[in-house]
């Protein structure tokens, strides 16, 4: 099938899956969540993300979290930086990544970012540049690269060259985001493809539409060997409502296995962590291996 012998899990629960919760999660659930995902082996686990309050509550408490959290060896742990000040803030927390995170389109780049797509860029420039001279290394996150609420159809030359514009300022890495899930298996790899190749790219798909695992295999396929997703299916989009959860860890790990390529992670200890966070929030798990493995 032509798939990688292994893959790099990055673990986005703590960070995307919790911040559309509308209940407050207590900082002290949180760092007991990220410390149950380290037991579990993940290796990169996005802990928060240091931006302003007003916008996203859930993540009010990023200074406190860092400030507490038990950092393991071998275990990064990376946080969403949106401008400068939350560089600052992040650089205060000693962390070693970052992550930015923007749009392959001008109408979420204006509802998320209240900028345009050229804006963006300059707002991302000085965040970089400050990253990579700190020694830190950054991500980026390209939102809306499948399908976008309010322009449907987003052109794949227009992915394509929002996509370089972040790798050419440093970033090591490009997470291509199906942000409201309504990408197909055909499409990840004609979007791959057009990049040149699987190098430095990541994927990142929510299930909105059942796709998720099937789009997942599509880019294993095409060669990308890192793939973002979220313990027990947590997740959405606070400005893209028809967002549904990511893709669930737990059902990730169950497709590699059967595909016999290396993550390194307890699908058991997942499982397990699913159920115990889905008891903190007051409702079921919505990935399919939780819901199997429970009733079973």
Request: proline share 5%; glycine share 10%.
């Amino acid at each position: 099938m032509n798939l990688p012998e292994q893959v790099t899990i990055y673990e986005v629960g703590a960070r995307d899956g919790l911040q559309n919760e509308k209940t407050a999660v207590p900082v002290e659930v949180k760092a007991e969540f990220i410390g149950r995902l380290a037991d579990a082996g993940l290796t990169t686990i996005e802990a928060t993300s240091f931006v302003h309050p007003k916008w996203v509550p859930q993540l009010a408490d990023a200074d406190e979290l860092m400030a507490g959290l038990e950092r393991r060896p071998g275990v990064n742990y990376p946080v969403l930086v949106p401008n400068e000040r939350g560089m600052g803030r992040a650089l205060a927390a000693g962390v070693e990544e970052i992550a930015i995170f923007a749009s392959a389109t001008e109408a979420f780049a204006r509802k998320n970012l209240n900028r345009s797509m050229d804006e963006q860029y300059a707002m991302f420039e000085p965040v970089v540049s400050r990253a990579l001279a700190e020694g830190l290394r950054v991500r980026a996150y390209l939102s809306m690269a499948f399908g976008d609420p309010w322009e449907g159809d987003v052109p794949i030359p227009q992915v394509v060259a929002a996509g370089k514009r972040l790798l050419e300022m440093g970033c090591y890495q490009l997470s291509l985001g199906d942000t409201i899930g309504v990408g197909t298996a055909g499409h990840v790899q004609e979007l791959i493809s057009a990049f040149g190749g699987p190098e430095r790219l990541a994927v990142h798909f929510h299930d909105t539409y059942g796709q998720a695992l099937a789009n997942t295999l599509a880019a294993l396929q095409a060669g990308v060997t890192t793939v973002d997703a979220s313990t027990g299916g947590l997740g959405g989009c606070p400005y893209a409502k028809s967002a549904t959860g990511n893709l669930a860890t737990e059902d990730l790990v169950w497709m590699l296995d059967g595909l016999g390529v290396r993550h390194g992670v307890s699908l058991d200890a997942l499982v397990e962590t699913s159920l115990w966070m889905a008891s903190r929030l007051g409702r079921p798990s919505p990935s399919r291996v939780v819901t199997a493995r429970s009733n079973s």
